[in-house]
């Protein structure tokens, strides 16, 4: 059964740094996408950042510049930088993974998730 498990969340002051790492399980991660979405309250989730097995980032524009995606496919672990944080960044971030090589930003696309991380960005 394929798990996936999202920690690193935390209350950070804007301008401020976090690490998100999302450890999976049960599954043949090494050739699946994963990715990083959000959702704030009352709001759609929305797709943040995407990598493939081959390393090639995807993310969306609202975070070129401040985030970064990574993955270790030895330990089955992704990873999502985030910098500069702003309040707007406040969310519940889900970790997920799509059984393709090809990256998307739907998130009907992709097949397993997490349960979430909180970030919250306030002063």
């Known amino acids: 059964q394929v798990q996936l498990i999202e920690s690193g969340g935390g209350l950070v002051q804007p301008g401020g740094s976090l690490r998100l790492s999302c450890a999976a399980s049960?599954?043949?991660?090494?050739?699946?996408?994963m990715g990083w979405f959000r959702q704030a309250p009352g709001k759609e989730r929305e797709f943040v950042a995407a990598?493939?097995?081959?390393?090639?980032?995807y993310l969306a524009d609202t975070v070129k510049g401040r985030f970064t995606i990574s993955r270790d496919n030895a330990k089955n672990t992704v990873y999502l930088q985030m910098n500069s944080l702003k309040p707007e960044d406040t969310a519940l971030y889900y970790c997920?993974?799509?059984?393709?090589?090809?990256?998307?930003?739907?998130?009907?696309?992709?097949?397993?998730w997490g349960q979430g991380t909180q970030v919250t960005v306030s002063s």
């Open positions: 997920a993974v799509r059984r393709s090589l090809w990256s998307s930003v739907r998130p009907s696309d992709y097949d397993y």
């Open positions: 049960g599954g043949t991660f090494s050739t699946w996408l």
């Open positions: 990598i493939t097995w081959k390393s090639a980032p």
